[in-house]
């Protein structure tokens, strides 16, 4: 029987492994997401990593010292926050594999240091990513990630601000992510596509 990761929000749980989606409108219900899951990670002894574009990551720990003690977790590296530029762009355009490999490296490192359990990482997509040839680049990222995701210790949670973009964008996350949190539920997502059939013709 699998074992089952609370998030932290809504009182919700999902199994390792999970990839999910959420949705939600503008920097309020971003931090209401955010914020608890990152918590949570840090209670339950998770490394936890925050790659978000909306919000520096100077301003992340402010806002999750009113919550958790966020001193001793940076100190230990249990808790990691970039930019998307440090972790999606690190060689200055995205690259699916790149990102794969950064996830794998994780997980990797989780095992290896034997002090964590279970990753637990939340990010957006970046805003520079929203142009056509960039959008179908991430998303070819968001099937693939779905293949190997299942693999490891890890529940990544992907977070998509209705505000910022439009309903293609909104789309195809919904095609990539086989389980998706709406009205306070996590669900089962009927518009998910398996990566090989999502895949075909977009490289």
């Not at 720990?61 to 690190?90: F, H, I, N």
Request: net charge negative; glycine share 10%.
């Amino acid at each position: 029987m699998t074992e089952s990761v609370a998030l932290g929000v809504l009182g919700l749980e999902v199994p390792r492994g999970t990839h999910i989606c959420t949705f939600y409108g503008g920097s309020s219900g971003r931090d209401e997401i955010v914020l608890p899951f990152l918590a949570e990670g840090i209670r339950a002894r998770d490394k936890c990593i925050c790659i978000l574009e909306s919000l520096a990551p100077s301003e992340v720990l402010s806002k999750l010292a009113l919550q958790v003690d966020v001193g001793p977790p940076v100190a230990t590296g249990q808790l990691e926050l970039a930019t998307p530029a440090e972790a999606y762009l690190r060689s200055g355009s995205f690259s699916t594999e790149e990102m794969l490999g950064y996830w794998g490296e994780a997980a990797a490192a989780t095992r290896t240091a034997g002090d964590f359990s279970l990753t637990r990482a939340t990010g957006e997509m970046p805003s520079v990513l929203g142009q056509p040839a960039g959008r179908a680049e991430f998303f070819r990222y968001e099937a693939k990630l779905n293949e190997v995701i299942p693999d490891y210790p890890q529940v990544i949670l992907c977070l998509y601000d209705l505000e910022r973009f439009g309903a293609e964008v909104l789309m195809d996350a919904l095609r990539t992510h086989p389980m998706v949190i709406v009205d306070g539920m996590v669900h089962d997502n009927p518009y998910y596509i398996e990566p090989g059939k999502f895949l075909v013709g977009r490289g």
